[in-house]
């Protein structure tokens, strides 16, 4: 291990899974309330992929999910049967399907994404300009990592 102790080691890694796994827990805890207990956090993150607007082809997005779209294909049955989405064949080509959110889905996309705001101005609320790039250099270093290893994933 070049450039840091075993010690520094273990407490990094303990802090990162420790991180990785409250994260999860507090997302659906704080994404899953009363009005939307009938959605999962993988829900959410099919309605956040699918965005807000005109819609998207069920393939771009598989692609931004990084699944298969037959795996999408089940999401958006569920969410289409819960309200959230509807799904149109494309007038051009019959064979595109397009996805949108319903009024139910904005809601809950904007739910989503009201969490995320408060976690991230938490986390910059009190730090200063020389910690704010820390952080920045940091989640740069992690999502390198994480596009790294999701390539690797797919070869």
């Known amino acids: 291990m070049s450039g840091f102790d075993m010690e520094e080691y273990r407490q990094v890694n303990k802090t990162l899974v420790k991180l990785f796994q409250e994260i999860l ?4 805890k704080a994404i899953i309330t009363e ?13 956040e992929a699918i965005g807000l607007g005109e819609g998207r082809n069920m ?12 795996s999408l294909t089940i999401s958006i049955n569920a969410l289409v049967k819960k309200g959230y989405v ?7 080509d019959r064979r595109v399907v397009m996805v949108r959110l319903t009024q139910k889905g904005e809601k809950a996309y904007h739910h989503h994404e009201n969490y995320h705001a408060n ?8 730090l ?7 952080i920045m250099k940091l989640l740069v270093s992690l999502e390198n990592f994480f596009e790294g290893y999701s390539a690797q994933e797919q070869n």
Not at 25 to 28: A, D, F, K, S, V
Not at 59 to 70: D, F
């Open 25 to 28: 827990r507090l997302e659906e």
């Open 35 to 47: 009005e939307f207990r009938d959605l999962t956090n993988n829900d959410m993150h099919v309605i």
């Open 59 to 70: 393939s771009s997005i598989a692609k931004s999910l990084r699944i298969t779209v037959g």
């Open 86 to 92: 509807e799904r149109n064949r494309s007038e051009e």
């Open 119 to 126: 976690m991230t101005r938490a986390v910059l609320a009190d």
């Open 128 to 134: 200063d300009p020389t910690e704010r790039a820390d």
